[in-house]
């Protein structure tokens, strides 16, 4: 018969399985992992890739004249309107009502031989802040001045460009119905 020794034998567990052998049971290895393998402790993570900044992060007056100008250009310019003119001005409100206002940063467009005009008026000097718009026809002077864009969480170059173009949708000066 064969002895068994006491290295031999495996206790049993209260349910009758065999226990595991302790980590200290298992054999030990002197073989190094082959060259080029990494060991789990060894594994590099790479690094995340920076998002570059918004282009809104942009100082206000870079942001309007290098992207929100030629971007709204673009758009207006692709929905039929010739001769248009945008520029970023600073002045007074020209509202009735208005004239002990504050001057503002407005980005006004003109087409039509200058017959058609809006304005999008930045009061903050930022595109997060408070904004407005209006528009005028002809020789009158505006006498509306409504919210612009009040319940959106994050302005962006997209959202500014298209809220001015269903504005002036809006008013029927792009497309008719």
């Not at 039929?80 to 407005?106: H, M, W, Y």
């Not at 408070?130 to 319940?151: N, P």
Request: glycine fraction near 6%; proline fraction near 7%; charge should be negative.
């Amino acid at each position: 018969m064969v002895e068994e020794s006491a290295e031999n034998v495996v206790p049993a567990t209260a349910a009758g399985k065999k226990a595991k052998p302790a980590a200290s049971d298992a054999p030990a290895t002197d073989t190094p992992a082959p060259s080029g393998a990494e060991t789990p402790a060894e594994k590099t993570v790479p690094p995340k890739k920076e998002k570059p900044p918004a282009v809104e992060a942009k100082p206000f007056i870079d942001f309007i004249q290098q992207d929100y100008l030629p971007a709204l250009t673009q758009a207006l310019v692709a929905k039929g309107i010739t001769d248009l003119q945008v520029d970023l001005e600073r002045s007074k409100i020209a509202i009735k009502g208005f004239e002990t206002a504050p001057e503002c940063n407005q980005v006004i467009g003109r087409w039509d031989r200058g017959s058609r005009q809006f304005n999008v008026y930045f009061f903050d000097d930022s595109i997060q802040g408070q904004r407005a718009i209006s528009c005028v026809d002809g020789a009158h002077k505006a006498s509306t001045l409504e919210s612009f864009l009040i319940d959106e969480r994050k302005i962006t170059l997209d959202l500014l460009v298209s809220g001015v173009v269903l504005r002036l949708n809006s008013q029927k000066w792009l497309l008719r119905n």
